[in-house]
């Protein structure tokens, strides 16, 4: 038997969960204790959990077993069955195995520079009494170190029309529309899904058109290095399955970092002794990407904001064996989920877990089942530290660049924004001063 969990119809389940997932989780949550089964229509059975020793069982568990590419299949639509994200076994390791080395070390820091660059060009227009969502500024930088570094695009119109392309594209998606077949459906270019259908085919042509001309002049991107890449019988990548991967890294590095910067600038403006300990370590910090990036409060700073209201509320699991763990059988078919939210809002391991508290990234470090916004186990996600880093640099320049005030109340409301959740109104600010 699986833990008890709520007992309304599982539409009235699914709704809740995409209408307010935090909310839902914590009204879970009090019910039921931290471990709960939900029923969200057309998923079955998935069991919820904050437990750390459970969330350590599954980030260990078998890959042949906990299938995490069959439980991200709410992404199908989107990402296709031949990304990263949603492959499993040999497949899955072959191409992430390919896609890791150039979000670390060298060939991440390489890219210090343009992302500092992209972050000056996207403020450059915030003047003095000008109130805007942050979150605009924060996704066109994003979207356009991701395009630098996964496609190996320059200045000119191939960023311009990329960035155009996939943000058209995502301004179509919301949380009904990733969880409701119905509203992806084209019933005409008015409809949702029929404005989703035809921003899609745009994209899809440009990225087919871009691997075309990578495979006659390659470059060092990503992308290059996807198409020179063959597997156990000398097989490459077909255009299908490139493209594939070129979408997931597209929005699975871009949209994450864009609500995360959103969620730190709506932070840092509530809190201005926060904000005031980031000003004060910049202010004696070299003006240099690898310098910043090591700077403690700032770093903690981030982990906060990822803690607090992270951007995935959960990750997921598929069991495709049954699967025991303590008092807990999980039949095969059924769902298992580590529940990020929940898990960074227990007060034993986060006392206070509602203060926005940096100072407890500093005092203590915490095991991977403990802090988990970017996953874990073998699925871990293969951005983190290329986002960590991102994070960090943008900040420093925006934050060395403008002086903010928040629009929005004491302290920042979540909704679901396109494939993750990010602040309401996009983080609101209004721009004091150019400093
Ligand atoms: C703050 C920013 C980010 C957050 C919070 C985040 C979070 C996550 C989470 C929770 C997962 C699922 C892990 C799991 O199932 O255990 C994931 C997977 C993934 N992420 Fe990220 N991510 C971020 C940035 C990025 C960036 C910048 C990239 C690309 C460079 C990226 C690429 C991926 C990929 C490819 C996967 C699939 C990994 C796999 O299944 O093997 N992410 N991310």
């Not at 119905?182 to 087919?208: E, N």
């Not at 970092?257 to 980031?278: D, F, I, K, R």
């Not at 769902?335 to 227990?346: E, K, M, V």
């Amino acid at each position: 038997m699986l833990p008890p969990g709520p007992s309304s119809h599982p539409l009235v389940q699914l709704v809740r969960w995409v209408q307010t997932p935090y909310p839902f989780l914590d009204a879970c949550r009090a019910a039921h204790g931290g471990t709960f089964t939900l029923r969200l229509l057309g998923y079955g059975e998935s069991v919820f959990t904050d437990d750390p020793d459970l969330i350590h069982a599954v980030f260990t568990a078998p890959t042949d077993t906990l299938c995490a590419g069959k439980g991200n299949d709410v992404l199908l639509p989107f990402v296709g069955e031949q990304s990263v994200l949603t492959l499993d076994g040999a497949p899955h390791a072959r191409d992430r195995r390919l896609m890791t080395p150039p979000f670390h070390g060298q060939r991440m820091r390489a890219y210090g520079q343009i992302i500092a660059r992209a972050a000056e060009r996207a403020i450059a227009d915030w003047a003095p009494g000008r109130t805007l969502p942050a979150h605009a500024a924060m996704q066109a930088v994003s979207l356009e170190v991701i395009l630098r570094a996964v496609i190996g695009v320059d200045d000119g119109d191939d960023l311009a029309a990329g960035q155009r392309a996939i943000t058209d594209m995502l301004a179509t998606v919301s949380g009904a529309t990733v969880f409701f077949e119905l509203l992806r459906r084209d019933f005409g270019s008015w409809s949702p899904g029929g404005k989703y259908q035809r921003r899609r085919a745009i994209t899809d042509k440009l990225l087919y058109d871009v691997i075309a001309r990578r495979k006659a002049a390659p470059g060092d991107d990503i992308l290059s290095l996807l198409i020179a890449a063959r597997d156990e019988d000398g097989k490459p990548l077909d255009d299908e399955a490139l493209k594939s991967e070129l979408v997931t890294l597209l929005l699975a590095g871009h949209e994450t970092t864009a609500n995360s910067l959103a969620w730190a600038l709506a932070w840092l403006t509530t809190q201005p002794e926060v904000l005031a300990g980031v000003l004060s370590e910049l202010a004696t910090a070299p003006d240099e990407p690898d310098a910043i990036s090591k700077l403690p409060w700032l770093g903690a700073v981030c982990n906060e904001v990822l803690r607090i209201l992270p951007v995935f509320p959960i990750v997921m699991r598929v069991a495709v064996k049954p699967w025991s763990h303590g008092p807990l059988d999980l039949p095969v078919g059924a769902r298992i989920a580590p529940c990020i939210y929940l898990t960074h809002r227990r007060p034993d391991l986060y006392p206070e877990p509602e203060q926005f508290r940096p100072q407890r990234f500093i005092d203590r470090t915490f095991a991977p089942h403990e802090f988990l916004a970017f996953g874990g186990g073998s699925r871990r996600c293969l951005g983190q530290a290329f986002a960590m880093y991102e994070m960090k640099i943008v900040l420093a320049t925006v934050l060395r660049t403008v002086r903010l005030k928040s629009v929005a109340g004491p302290s920042p409301i979540a909704e679901r924004r396109n494939l993750a959740i990010g602040p309401r109104g996009g983080a609101m600010v209004t721009i004091e001063a150019r400093l």
